[in-house]
């Protein structure tokens, strides 16, 4: 029975990916990621093998089409992994419409298994780093781009502690958003560039953090984690 892997990888310090998931990488015979070259960073530290595997890009451009070449490829036999270019596959990437389709076809001709390989993430190094309840929360993945999406989307939030992804070009807008929407009460910690050489985070009120970023340049990769009110 031929084997689709969810690899999950390491979200910036390369020594963070699993042993299981080096084992898995050593014997796909296919390797689909957003970035191949991050994945041949990690083949290069970690993997020893004689033949190489097959790389191919994944994406949210290319997916309908990566598709239907990976059906193609479970359905001679061949294994293929799937792997995160940081943290885990299907957390605000492409990759859960492969899985759905490989589930349907399961559904009357069961011949390929899905595997996942669980690792990093950002989400739950955030949350411990945070300071604010862990009991309950609500991922929300990346805010929407646009200001009236976002501000709407932050009215309809539960009340619990809200985890979110935020490019570095709109923290500050989300963060005047935030406060806009939720009160200057609001308590958030910016985390930045988890497990890197340069990780930081950011604890305060919305408007302590919001001054504190608008005097320094933003870089790096951002997950935001704040209460929304009376939670």
């Known amino acids: 029975m031929a084997k689709l892997y969810l690899v999950s990888s390491a979200i910036g310090n390369l020594s963070d990916i699993s042993l299981r998931a080096i084992a898995v990488l050593n014997e796909a015979d296919v390797i689909m990621a957003e970035d191949t070259r991050e994945v041949i960073k990690i083949m290069d530290k970690y993997c ?25 490829l479970l359905q001679a036999g061949k294994n293929v992994a799937l792997v995160s270019d940081r943290g885990t596959p299907l957390i605000s990437d492409p ?25 990093a993430n950002a989400i739950l190094p955030a949350l411990q780093l945070s300071g604010l309840p862990p009991d309950k929360f609500y991922f929300v993945g990346f805010l929407p781009k646009k200001a009236l999406q976002r501000q ?25 958003d935030i406060k806009s929407v939720l009160g200057s009460q609001t308590q958030i910690a910016v985390c930045r560039e988890l497990t890197k050489v340069h990780e930081e985070v950011s604890r305060g009120s ?10 320094k340049p933003v870089k790096g990769e951002i997950t935001l984690v704040f209460k929304t009110p009376n939670c």
């Open 48 to 72: 020893q093998r004689p033949v190489k595997p097959r790389y191919f890009s994944y994406t949210d451009h290319n997916c309908n089409q990566r598709i239907y070449l990976v059906l193609q």
């Open 95 to 119: 990759g859960y419409k492969l899985v759905k389709e490989v589930i349907k076809i399961n559904q009357t001709h069961p011949a390929i298994k899905v595997e996942a390989i669980p690792g």
């Open 152 to 176: 709407k989307l932050l009215q309809e939030l539960p009340k619990t502690t809200i985890i979110a992804f935020e490019s570095p070009y709109r923290l500050c807008e989300t963060l005047q």
């Open 206 to 215: 919305i408007d302590d953090v919001i001054r504190y970023y608008l005097e």
